[in-house]
């Protein structure tokens, strides 16, 4: 089967549209601000990061490389990510299945459950904006 991103350039300009509307809605970051952590998605297929800040207000989401240390690392394919937010594979089952190996305390990534909800209700329309569904 193939990658469902061709590039990280275009993995990028998705996450930064999705990203872009996920860290204005106050319903979905609100609980991962509460946490004053900092989550780092390390993607394979294609090789990106999205740093994801919770230190400050509004929360922020950071691309590509960025320096210092995360509370949590997540490590998964791109493909992985995009089935969880197409609602394809729970998050839950990704986790326990192996599909996301973590560096750090696995039990802070439940800080990251409104974002991820609105991530899922939201990923599908960006697909369809960037005609990519």
Known sequence: MMAFYRDEKQFYAVMDRLFGRLMKDAKATNQ???SNMVIRLNTRQPNA???LDGRGRPVEALFGPQVGKA?????LEADT?????LG???LRDA???GQIATKGYVF?????GELF????????QVLLEMGLR
């Open 49 to 51: 990061q999205i740093l």
């Open 95 to 97: 986790f326990f299945g």
């Open 117 to 124: 909800q609105e991530a899922e209700r939201q990923y599908p």
């Open 108 to 112: 802070k990534a439940m800080q990251l």
């Open 81 to 85: 990510l995009h089935r969880i937010w």
């Open 71 to 75: 509370d949590l690392e997540l490590n």
């Open 32 to 34: 991962f601000a509460r």
């Open 88 to 90: 394809e594979v729970r």
